[in-house]
């Protein structure tokens, strides 16, 4: 007797359910976490740097793909992170100085190309053609820290999950205070409340994009529902230790699958309030933070330890258009695409140059060789068809028999 509809969709999503329960107990006889108290504990989601590189992008890949994040550790040696965070710290009071002088100067009544002509204020001319020029990439004011950046696991991390050409399109400190002299805790905003959080996604999975409904601010971000797919990594690199009391990041696992976002404005979630299952990262100075931009964290707003010192990135595959769209002169200091003058641009490290090449307006942002090695691939690949139509006429219409292509049902 053939089946109604009502009983096909009824049996489909019995046998949903029975395939997910046979997920959940694979992944418990494999001893792969399933739940955040159990991840938290076991931190399965973190793989030692100094693994064989194919282990770690293996490791890396499969916890980003499960968890929406992964930690590399020892990425930094432990006798150079003094002097990194240091440097962080330092460059910390030159960033915010500047863009505090450039902000200072608009709120006068100066133009940006004003400005710009100023001693003591560091803007640079942008790629884009008809915008204004921003404030200096931080990465002049890290040296140090810059000898790291393109370091060649985590550059294998980021082509496995993106693509084999890279550009990093914001990079910034995110320091967060610790207890103060008085006892009151540290945090990103200060207010002293272990309650509370500030989720977010990041860019281009920002739905609030920097700006709002403000067109000189907005720099732009992707519609819901997001498509299954990682476009953007987001790097902290951690120059002190961090935890619950140390201003180990929020996160909640498994949330870059969840078509809901936290700033959905029809998803009935509050940015503020703690979610079922959120954790906190715990990790080493010297390790790196990586997630993609999908995942719901926030920063703590509650530290009762050291102040936390580190340097985000976001890494993107070259098809993501990383400029933004924000026009006005209040998007002169934000952090998408801070540029780089030539000699700045020169002064980087030789591994670090092709990924920051796109922030340099004199700079041709040429595809990088692997993509063109695939691409002659494909080129060779193409002419042998053609070749074959020619050569052998009579097997052109048999060639593809054996490749079969099916409708994906709903």
């Not at 990383?322 to 000699?343: E, H, I, W």
Request: aromatic share 6%.
């Amino acid at each position: 007797m053939t089946k109604s509809i009502e009983e096909l969709e009824t049996e489909k999503s019995r046998l949903a359910e029975e395939m997910r329960q046979l997920d959940y107990e694979l992944d418990l006889r494999r001893g792969i976490p399933t739940t955040a108290e159990a991840l938290k504990e076991s931190r399965a989601y973190a793989i030692d740097a100094a693994l064989p590189v194919e282990e770690v992008v293996q490791g890396c890949s499969d916890a980003i793909d499960r968890y929406g994040f992964c930690v590399v550790d020892n990425v930094i040696p432990i006798d150079c992170i003094g002097e990194i965070k240091r440097e962080a710290e330092k460059a910390e009071e030159r960033v915010e100085g500047n863009a505090r002088a450039v902000r200072e100067g608009l709120k006068q009544g100066k133009s940006l190309e004003e400005l710009a002509k100023l001693d003591g204020i560091e803007l640079r001319p942008v790629c884009r053609r008809g915008y204004p020029p921003k404030i200096v990439n931080d990465i002049v004011w890290l040296p140090k820290y810059a000898v790291f950046l393109a370091n060649a696991r985590i550059t294998a991390i980021a082509k496995a999950v993106l693509d084999d050409h890279l550009r990093i399109g914001q990079l910034h400190l995110r320091h967060i205070s610790g207890t103060s002299e008085d006892g009151s805790p540290g945090g990103w905003f200060g207010t002293g409340r272990p309650d509370l959080r500030a989720w977010h996604t990041d860019w281009p999975h920002d739905l609030s994009a920097y700006g709002g409904g403000d067109p000189d601010t907005n720099v732009g971000c992707i519609r819901q529902p997001f498509p299954d797919v990682t476009l953007g990594l987001t790097m902290i690199w951690y120059l002190t230790d961090v935890d619950e009391d140390s201003g180990g990041t929020f996160v909640v696992p498994g949330s870059h699958r969840d078509p809901r976002n936290p700033r959905g404005p029809n998803d009935g979630i509050s940015v503020g309030s703690p979610i079922s299952g959120d954790m906190q990262i715990s990790a080493k100075a010297g390790s790196v933070f990586i997630q993609d931009s999908r995942c719901w964290h926030a920063s703590p707003t509650h530290n009762n330890g050291e102040k936390r010192i580190a340097i985000v990135n976001r890494w993107s595959p070259w098809w993501i258009a990383v400029d933004g769209y924000a026009s006005g002169p209040a998007s002169s200091v934000n952090q998408v695409c801070r540029p780089l003058s030539q000699k700045e641009f020169e002064a980087l490290p030789l591994d670090l140059q092709p990924l920051m090449r796109h922030l340099c307006p004199s700079q041709k942002d040429v595809l990088q060789q692997p993509v063109l090695v695939r691409a002659k691939a494909a080129d060779e690949r193409t002419k042998w068809g053609f070749r074959l139509t020619k050569e052998h006429p009579e097997k052109v219409a048999s060639a593809n028999d054996h490749i079969k292509v099916r409708i994906k049902p709903n």
